[in-house]
Structures are given as structure tokens and as C-alpha cells.
């Protein structure tokens, strides 16, 4: 599909939060934080996701409004309505079409592709996606490594349909989901299962949930057969792939795709140490730091490529 | 886009609850419930979400799996994981792609936009769009008039690719949001906003709230206006509209469309009376009751239409 990311945004919380900060509320140490999670330090943001995605939203619009706002956030700020609303409502706009779409820590890259295919039917030509989580709202202390994981954080990007001489298009996209693993990430709280309201809903159910193991074990399997079913279909060499942008889920999971022997190590743009996971945010902070940085360039070939809760992984390739 | 919906799903929970039951609880009189909201009973799902819109799905799929399984809600079952994997879980699935398109009770017109898009790019050959809601799970006993309107149900449709030389399409579609309108309609809780952990988020904060005669106010006057612009756009007569889905608001709003002078009061489909407002499950359940009876007939030129918290105006003209 013909379409061009004409525009990244970021907001990066000033406050950071270093693993021996952290240390001492769960019980463990720095050294034991940084090993397990591969992260070094984190940001908390002191703003509500509404305010730090309009502030990636106008960061990635460049004064230019757009003809549809989709939120791609793992977390909402509240149960109704969908978070885009309250983004357009930061923003100063009025009157743009705005909904969401949800797929936990793959929002980001299921938008991208929704607002492709979007641009594709004509019904739009200008989509800001912006994906903002605070996840250092829904740590569970008690669950010491996930908790050790989570940090807050916010990107954008502005797809625009582009002319079909010009090179930059979405090749490829797969996902696939496996209920199978749906209790190992959750928040169940929150909606009509574990309701606010409900004597039995507790505080744990309320917070973020993780069989980090249980889940690494089937991602690295899954995300290996998807990545070599990409280079299968679209019949790339894994040598033209210019940048791998995966969900920073952890530190071992970034490793993963460093060490699995089918992209160079420096291919992989890893912000894990220094943000932490922030959900859906996470892809995209990664894609729009490397941007901004000038690593990744017009023409190259991106794939972005992560897991989320479901379990689902999914992949996008785009020639930026 | 040349879509069409091949199938149709129910779930509409045994359980009635008459607005003589509800009136003792919020201190109003039958007489007054019937009134105010248009709403004479409405069921009370003893089953959860997921179990509601996994028995609809499966109604409408007739033992042939989709290729993607859009939830489009409401509320969800809970924060993390997205509902689609409960009902893609509870349906005996594994390894299709699912996820979530939200904008309250506008979810079903914007997810079948989007899977009519995502037929048109060729992405997916058959999308199974659920929408499930207990919006009796939300009721604030203290707002007799919000309270007197919600109800439970699930519905859901089969989306299909179609052949050139076939009639059913998916002709026009258009929405609008106005986030000066964002607190008029809402759940503060369940996100980051009103953490459910939060000291000071209250049980108001995690029930419905919502201003009816504000929304009434702005809803009458836009809906009338994308209904105008629907008719100059396609250039249709509106005589040739065979059916108008709406949402199932209120009694008000339904009859605000019947007594518009635009269409026959006829061709208004109207459940409210019997089933109150499903939050996101009610057009869907409004249009599969329609197809189940005989009143929507193949060729049919059907106009989805309704208004969500946000406030959003939506609309979608298909031939069935």
C-alpha cells in the first residue's frame, strides 16, 4: 500500500527513575533489576497519557492537522470515551473523525497497518496515530520483574498516501494471535470481568500481570517463524532489511532478535535500557528516536516486529 | 468497497428485567422510566462479555472460521488483554489475528469501515466483527435517567469480499468527533485517570454518567446535518433508502429519526423499547434482528447511524 510516514513526534517524560531508585520498593537490587529486566532506568511521567500523546501528536503534525486521529495505547485513560477523543481535545482540534485501536503492546503496529489500508480505500489522507502509556501506573511491586520492566512514555507518527512513483509503501504486515496465552500478561481490572466495583476485585487485579518466562518461551519461537515466513513471502534477503524496530519488551527479548543470527546485531534499534517497556509506546519511541537521530533514513527498509498480550505477535514491513 | 455481509449472530440474554423491576431501585416510577427513556425492559446477562459475544459469533460464522476477529465494544472484559482474545478463546480458536476498535458506541460502524478496508487491500478475506455489551455492569442507580436506559446484549456480523458483478457494497461512510463534548457522556474510571487504585476515585467514577439532554441537544442537529450531507454526497433520494439502523440511544433519539421528516417512520428499526441501550451492541443487534425476521432483504440499501460518547456522530450506507 502506497503510503508515507511524513512525520514523527516523541514526548519523553523529564523524570527519570533509575534501578537502584526502584530497588528498594521491590525488594531487590539494582544489579538483580538490570539483569532480569535489561533495564537501567525508566521515565515517570508526572502528565496523563491524554496530554503527553497530544504533545507526540503536535510534534509529529508540524502545525498540519490531520483528517483522522487514532489512539493506539495499550492502557486507557478512561473506560469512556476512547482515549483519541481527549488527545484531539488537547490538540485544539474539533470535528476530526478519532477512534482506537487496541492490541495491547501491538497497537501501534495493528493502527499502522489499519491506517494504510485506510489511506488505500481512499477514505482518508492524513492519519496521526499516537500510541502513550504510562506504565509505571499499573506496576505490581510485588511482582518484582515485571515490574521492573514498566515505564511511561509517548510517539506519533503522521501517514500521508504518497504518489505511486515514490518508493515509500507498506509491504508486508502478518499477525496472528493465540488466546492459549491469555493469562499470561494481563490487567483484569478495568472493564466488566474484575469490575472496580465488584467486592472480589482486588488491588493485584487492578495492576500488570506477567509470566515473563512463560511468555518469552513462546514469543521467541513464534517471532523467529514469523520473521522467516516474511523473508519467505516477500523474498527479501534478510541483508536488505535496513532496521529491525521491535516492541521493548525486555532486555532479553531485544537480545533475542540481536543474537538470532538472521539480522547484524547493530540493525536492532534497542531503547530498552534506557526507557524501559512502555507498552504500545514503545515501538513506535524506538522507531521515532531513530528517525529523529538520523539512523534510520529515507528509502531504508524498516520491519517493526513485537509481541503483546493475547498472545499475539505481528510484523509490519514499510519502506520509509 | 465491495463487501458483504454474509452472516449474522444474536445473543439476547433470557433474563428480563421491566422497568417496573428497576423502578424501586432508583426511587422513579414505571410510568417515569417508560417516559423518560423510552425503554419498557431491557436483560440482564448473567454471562460475562466474552461468553455473550462468542455464542453471537459463532451464530454468525456458521462453523467457517474468519481470518480476523475485530471486537468492537463498548466496555471490554477488562484492561489487558483486548476482548477479541476472550471471544476468539471462547469460540475454540487459536492463531487468528484479533484486536479492538473503540469509539463507545459507534465501535460496530467504525469497525465495519475499517474491515470493509481491510477486504478492499486484500488483507483479509472474512472478518467476524463482534460487539458485546453489559451495560447493566455500569449502572449508577443515582442517575435514575442513564440508568433507566442500559441494557445487555451481543451481536455480530461476518464480513465478506464479494465479486465485482455482485450489488453489496459498502457505499459511503462518514463520522465526526467533538471532544468539547467529552464529558458528557462517560466512564471516568478504569484507566489512568481515575486508577481504580486511587484513593480518590470514587464508585461514580466507575459507573455511566452521562448528560441526555446535552447529547440530545448537539445529536439532534448533527445527525440531521450527516444525514443531509449522506444524500448530496451518494446522491441518493431518500426514498430509496430502504432501512435506517440507529443506534438504540434512547426512545427520544429513535423517534427523533422517525419524526425527522427525511424517511418513513417504517423504515426506522427500533428495539430500544425491548432491550434499552446495549451500548455498542445495539446497532448490530438492531440490524441482525432486522436480517433474522425478514425485514432487511438482500439488495437492501441500509443506513447505520448513530452517536457516541465523545461526542461522535458516525454513519455507513451498505447494500445488503
Redesign the interface.
Same mark, same amino acid.
Given at each position: 500500500?502506497k503510503v508515507k510516514i511524513n512525520g514523527v513526534g516523541l514526548y519523553l517524560p523529564p523524570k527519570i527513575q533509575t534501578s537502584a531508585d526502584l530497588a528498594p520498593m521491590i525488594g531487590r537490587s539494582a544489579k538483580w533489576i538490570h539483569e532480569k529486566s535489561g533495564v537501567k532506568e525508566r521515565r515517570i511521567s508526572e502528565l496523563?497519557?491524554d496530554i503527553m500523546g497530544a504533545i507526540a501528536g503536535k510534534d509529529a503534525l508540524n502545525n498540519k492537522p490531520p483528517d483522522l486521529?487514532i489512539n493506539a495505547s495499550?492502557? #486507557?485513560?478512561?473506560?469512556?470515551?476512547?482515549?483519541?477523543?481527549?488527545y484531539?481535545?488537547e490538540m485544539g482540534?474539533?470535528?476530526?473523525?478519532?477512534?482506537?485501536?487496541?492490541?495491547?503492546c501491538?497497537?501501534f503496529i495493528?493502527a499502522l497497518?489499519?491506517a494504510?489500508?485506510?489511506i488505500?480505500?481512499k477514505?482518508y489522507k492524513r492519519i496521526l496515530i499516537i500510541s502513550a502509556d $504510562?506504565g509505571t $501506573?499499573g506496576r505490581n511491586f510485588k511482582e518484582p520483574e515485571s515490574s521492573s520492566l514498566l515505564g511511561d512514555g509517548a510517539a506519533a507518527v503522521v501517514l500521508e498516501a504518497t504518489k505511486p512513483h515514490n518508493k515509500n509503501e507498506l509491504i508486508y504486515?502478518?499477525?496472528?494471535?493465540?488466546?492459549?496465552g491469555?493469562a499470561l500478561?494481563?490487567? $483484569?481490572?478495568?472493564?466488566?470481568?474484575?469490575? #472496580?466495583?465488584d467486592p472480589d476485585?482486588n488491588?493485584a487485579d487492578?495492576?500488570?500481570s506477567m509470566d515473563g518466562p512463560a511468555v518469552y518461551k513462546i514469543a521467541r519461537k513464534q517471532v523467529s517463524r514469523m520473521i522467516l515466513e516474511t523473508l519467505n513471502i516477500t523474498g527479501l534477503d534478510p541483508k536488505s532489511i535496513d532496521w529491525i524496530v521491535p516492541h521493548q519488551a525486555s532486555g532479553k527479548a531485544i537480545e533475542a532478535y540481536r543474537s538470532a543470527g538472521i539480522f547484524d546485531e547493530d540493525k536492532v534499534i534497542d531503547i530498552v535500557s534506557e526507557f524501559g517497556n512502555c507498552v504500545a509506546a514503545s515501538l513506535p519511541m524506538a522507531f521515532s528516536i531513530a528517525v529523529k537521530e538520523g539512523r534510520i533514513k529515507r528509502g531504508d527498509l524498516v520491519l517493526m516486529i513485537g509481541t503483546?498480550?493475547?498472545l499475539?505477535v505481528?510484523c509490519s514491513l514499510i519502506r520509509y
Open positions: 500500500m496523563d497519557v486521529i495499550g492502557v #486507557p485513560k478512561q473506560t469512556i470515551p476512547d482515549t483519541s477523543i481527549f484531539q481535545k482540534y474539533e470535528g476530526i473523525p478519532s477512534f482506537s485501536v487496541h492490541s495491547t501491538l497497537s495493528t497497518h489499519t494504510s489500508s485506510l488505500h480505500s477514505t $504510562r $501506573r504486515y502478518n499477525m496472528k494471535t493465540w488466546p492459549s491469555s500478561t494481563e490487567v $483484569r481490572g478495568g472493564g466488566t470481568n474484575k469490575h #472496580p466495583q476485585t488491588s487492578n495492576l500488570f503483546g498480550a493475547g499475539s505481528a
